[in-house]
C-alpha cells in the first residue's frame, strides 16, 4: 500500500517537474516568438523608413535627370540657328516649357538697366566683354535658380552665333583696311555685271594704286605701311555711294565697281577720291605723309562683257595712268 503512495507521489512530483519545465519552455518560445514578431516589425519599419529615403532619392535623381534633360534640350534648340536674334527668339519660346515668367528681354551692350528694378536680371558675357543683359519679369523665387541655370545654357548659343559672325565676317573682310575681300569681292562683281546685263546698267570698275607704296613701305617700314592702306580705304568708302562696292585687290591696289554708271561719272567719282587722297594728311605714328593714287577705269559693256576681261581693262589704263606721270585717273580707250 505505501509503495503505491510513494508511486503516485513520484508521478506527482514528476508531474509537476515535467508541467513546470513546459511551462517554462513555453513562455521562453513565446516570448521568443514575441521578440521575432517585433524584430519583424523594428525591421518593417525600418526598410518602411528606408523606402521613404530611396523614393526621395529617385525623386530628386529624376528631378535632377530632367532638369539636365532640360537643359539639353534647351542648349540643343539654341544653338540651332546661328544669327543672336533666332537664339533670343527660339530660347524666349523655350523657356516657357520650364520657368514661368511675364516678359523676356535681351538688352545689347552697355546700357541702363535701372529702370527694370521689378526683372529678374542676369549680365550675359562672352569672355570678358559684356554682351548685354538678359532681363525676366515674373519669376518666383523659387525658380529663380532655373532661370539662372538655362539662361547660361542661352549664352552658349549666343556665342556660338557671335563667333560664327565674327568667321562670316573674316571670310568677307580684308582683316587690315575692313573692306571687302578679294575673293568676296570678286564675288559681289560677277552679282553685279549679271544685274546690269539683265537691265541693260552700265557698270564702271575702277582699279586704284597707290603710288610709290614700296617706296614708302621701305622707308617707314611695314607699321606705317599699314596705316596708309587703312586710311587709303577710309577716305575712299567716304567718298563713294552706299551701293558701290569696295575691295581690296591686293597688296596697294583697290577695286572699286560703280554700279549704274557711265564712263564720264566714273571719270569724276574716280577724280573726287584722288583729290581726297591728294588733300589729306596722313598721321602714321610720328611721321605725317602725303600721297598719292593712279586710277584705271573700264566700263561695262562697253570695255568688256565680263569680269576678268573688265578687269583687265581697267588694269591696262591703270598701267597708263602710272607711265604717264602717276597721281592721273584714266580710262580705257580714253
Not at 27 to 55: I, M, P, W, Y
Request: proline share 1%; net charge negative; aromatic share 12%.
Amino acid at each position: 500500500m505505501i509503495k503505491d503512495y510513494w508511486y503516485l507521489a513520484v508521478l506527482f512530483f514528476l508531474a509537476v517537474f515535467l508541467y513546470s519545465w513546459f511551462r517554462k519552455l513555453l513562455s521562453r518560445k513565446v516570448e521568443e516568438a514575441r521578440q521575432k514578431l517585433l524584430n519583424t516589425k523594428n525591421e518593417h519599419l525600418f526598410l518602411e523608413g528606408r523606402n521613404a529615403d530611396l523614393e526621395k532619392e529617385n525623386m530628386i535623381l529624376r528631378n535632377s535627370l530632367e532638369k539636365n534633360t532640360a537643359l539639353y534640350d534647351l542648349t540643343k534648340e539654341v544653338c540651332k540657328p546661328l544669327n543672336e536674334e533666332e537664339v533670343f527668339s527660339i530660347f524666349k519660346e523655350q523657356i516657357k516649357r520650364y520657368v514661368n515668367l511675364k516678359d523676356l528681354k535681351l538688352i545689347k551692350g552697355e546700357a541702363d538697366v535701372s529702370q527694370f528694378q521689378d526683372y529678374t536680371g542676369l549680365s550675359l558675357y562672352i569672355g570678358k566683354s559684356l554682351f548685354g543683359y538678359l532681363l525676366a519679369s515674373g519669376v518666383k523665387d523659387e525658380d529663380k535658380d532655373t532661370f539662372h541655370i538655362l539662361a547660361h545654357q542661352f549664352i552658349l548659343g549666343i556665342k556660338r552665333a557671335v563667333l560664327y559672325e565674327k568667321v562670316q565676317e573674316l571670310a568677307i573682310r580684308d582683316s587690315l583696311t575692313h573692306i571687302l575681300s578679294r575673293r568676296y569681292f570678286l564675288e559681289r562683281f560677277v552679282e553685279e555685271i549679271n544685274r546690269s546685263r539683265k537691265f541693260d546698267y552700265s557698270l564702271a570698275f575702277l582699279m586704284i594704286d597707290i603710288d610709290y607704296f614700296k617706296d614708302l613701305n621701305d622707308r617707314y617700314g611695314h607699321l606705317v605701311g599699314d596705316v596708309i592702306l587703312k586710311e587709303v580705304s577710309r577716305i575712299i568708302k567716304d567718298n563713294i555711294r552706299q551701293i558701290d562696292i569696295l575691295g581690296r585687290y591686293g597688296g596697294e591696289e583697290f577695286c572699286l565697281a560703280l554700279p549704274e554708271t557711265e564712263k564720264e561719272e566714273a571719270k569724276f567719282a574716280a577724280e573726287r577720291i584722288r583729290e581726297a587722297i591728294e588733300d589729306a594728311l596722313i598721321r602714321a605714328y610720328d611721321e605725317d605723309l602725303r600721297i598719292t593714287l593712279s586710277v584705271g577705269i573700264a566700263v561695262f559693256p562697253g570695255d568688256a562683257q565680263d569680269t576678268d576681261a573688265l578687269i583687265d581693262r581697267a588694269d591696262q589704263a591703270l598701267y597708263k595712268a602710272k607711265q604717264s606721270g602717276r597721281n592721273k585717273v584714266c580710262i580705257h580707250g580714253g
